[in-house]
């Protein structure tokens, strides 16, 4: 089984920079997107479903932001868009997929680097969400969820974290947030559970500023995440580099097949 997550900034964008060229040689289940910045009128036919996928989203009710999206080649059995909390629903940060083997999840958490309002609006979307991960660990299922986070978890998982300590993405109160997730909800994050003592390869965004890029001045803040019965499958995790989409780069897992 092999699962994509990517922030797309921009759909529209990322298709005319080759997104849909590259997508089929990956052979990929799963495809989950963030941050489409479109409603399904923006989307051509290709964009809704690729061929030999079934394509299911969550728009904002803002134009041309946010928004999420999960292609999945088998055809979901219940598809979740909505899960009651404004703060999410209303800025399309979650759609969910059950099929019989798996639950897929694809979220957008947002950014907080815009000012004081939106630091509160997220720890306000990281309360309400980690409710909903909560119990969605207690189903017994397997499920991964996808994402942009918009948090680095530790030190090594950023270039300049000295200099980032009182910046949103890197606060000590997000990243205890995502040490909760994982050492007591019992999330298991699978690329640093496969590569602990990777650094700078595991970075997945890059700033737009400077020659952030060039220098790899980057943060891991893409997640795979998954119970850990399904984590112990993942076999490998790649972080592609070699062309670009948006600002961020996709996070490839491969795990084993299961029934």
Request: hydrophobic share 35%; with cysteine.
């Amino acid at each position: 089984m092999k699962i994509i997550t990517l922030n797309l900034n921009g759909i529209r964008s990322a298709a005319r920079k080759g997104f849909y060229d590259w997508l089929p040689r990956q052979k990929a289940d799963f495809v989950c997107l963030q941050e489409l910045k479109a409603h399904e009128i923006d989307l051509d036919d290709q964009m809704k479903s690729p061929k030999g996928y079934f394509g299911n989203f969550s728009y904002a009710n803002k134009k041309g932001y946010s928004g999420v999206g999960i292609y999945s080649k088998e055809k979901p059995n219940k598809i979740i868009s909505k899960i009651g909390i404004p703060e999410i629903d209303d800025e399309g940060r979650y759609i969910e997929i059950d099929l019989d083997k798996i639950i897929i999840i694809s979220v957008y958490f947002p950014s907080g680097s815009s000012g004081e309002e939106r630091q509160i609006f997220k720890y306000k979307v990281l309360d309400k969400i980690l409710v909903v991960l909560k119990k969605k660990l207690k189903l017994g299922k397997n499920i991964v969820v996808c994402g942009d986070f918009n948090i680095a978890h530790h030190e090594i998982d950023l270039k300049n974290f000295k200099g980032n300590k009182k910046n949103s993405g890197f606060l000590p109160e997000e990243r205890a947030w995502l040490s909760h997730l994982f050492s007591e909800v019992g999330w298991v994050d699978i690329y640093r559970n496969l590569y602990p003592d990777k650094g700078e390869e595991g970075y997945t965004w890059w700033s737009n500023r400077g020659q952030a890029w060039v220098k790899n001045v980057g943060w891991r803040i893409d997640y795979q995440i998954a119970n850990p019965e399904l984590a112990a499958k993942a076999k490998k995790a790649t972080i592609l580099k070699t062309q670009r989409f948006s600002d961020h780069a996709p996070l490839i897992i491969n795990y084993d097949d299961f029934d």
